[in-house]
């Protein structure tokens, strides 16, 4: 495809459940981000890949959150036990080279929430 | 540990009206400051990349400047297309090296 994809773009969870979020980068992108954006702030870093590699977690709020890239390109995003400070939009980003100096680009988001 | 702080939050500007947005930072070695422009609903797009203090780029009525504490954003006659979100986002060289450090964004109107 010509850009990021992601899906679903909404996402409608109650509270205790698991989700799973999907990441279409686009084709021969070696780096990959998860982020997460809440009402009226800026994204938030969740986690890194370099191809199937990844190289930083850091940013994942708890061990309920997990994300995966087995193949080096669709990437996952899941969250067990959903809890209503989970609802904002994840958006993933993918650039041609490693590490972030390179152009970014970003899917349109899934917006999650949690009832 | 980064950090980004936008300002105005808001700007409200009459079409034709030349106005800048900026973007204060602290940062362990400054590897780039990014700016992104982001509509309603959509994720952020990639506006320009600098690198060290003194640069400058343009994209048709947008200009990026960068100090070693700053970046302004100028915008030279507005039109109501420019109205959106503008982000900016740091990366450093220390610890999280991978990550950007987004501020909260300028939120941009411009009336016709």
């Known amino acids: 495809g010509a850009g990021v994809s992601q899906s679903p773009r909404y996402k409608v969870a109650k509270r205790g459940q698991d989700v799973a979020l999907r990441c279409d980068p686009i084709s021969g992108h070696v780096s990959l981000f998860w982020y997460q954006q809440a009402l009226g702030q800026g994204p938030e870093f969740l986690t890194y890949f370099q191809n199937e590699a990844q190289l930083d977690k850091s940013g994942l709020p708890s061990d309920r959150f997990f994300a995966e890239r087995p193949e080096g390109s669709v990437s996952t995003l899941k969250i067990q036990r959903t809890q209503q400070e989970d609802s904002a939009v994840y958006l993933c980003a993918s650039s041609l080279g490693a590490g972030m100096n390179t152009e970014a680009f970003f899917g349109q988001g899934t917006r999650l929430t949690v009832v | ?112």
């Open chain 2, 1 to 112: 540990e980064d950090q980004v702080t936008q300002s105005p939050e808001a700007l409200r500007l009459q079409e034709g009206e030349s106005s800048s947005l900026n973007c204060s930072y602290t940062v362990s070695g400054l590897r780039g400051l990014f700016w992104y422009r982001q509509d309603p609903g959509k994720g952020p797009e990639f506006l320009f990349t600098l690198y060290s203090a003194g640069e400058e780029k343009e994209k048709e009525r947008l200009k990026a400047t960068l100090t070693k504490k700053e970046s302004f954003l100028h915008i030279t006659a507005p039109k109501p297309e420019d109205s959106a979100t503008y982000l900016c986002a740091v990366q450093g060289s220390g610890a999280g090296s991978y990550q950007l450090t987004f501020g909260k964004g300028t939120k941009l109107s411009v009336i016709p």
